[in-house]
């Protein structure tokens, strides 16, 4: 088993990405190389944002989540 950490953060316009690692997992005296890319990107002309999670491993991407997230009105 693995120690994530975070590795990057970076804002471009109105997104900003977070990746994090796994650099130590080791199955059958390989190393395997796992992210995830995490992704909030505002939507004005929705006034949302974009939440999307994309787990890379071994090169190989897979989405594992997309959603869109609002407000809640005030009650």
Known sequence: MGVWETVAILQSGNAISVTFACRSAVSAG??????LHTRFAYQPQSDTWRLT???????KTDR???MKLTRTPPQ
């Open 64 to 66: 594992f989540g997309d």
């Open 53 to 59: 999670i994309d787990d890379v491993k071994d090169g």
């Open 30 to 35: 390989t190393v395997e190389h796992e992210s």
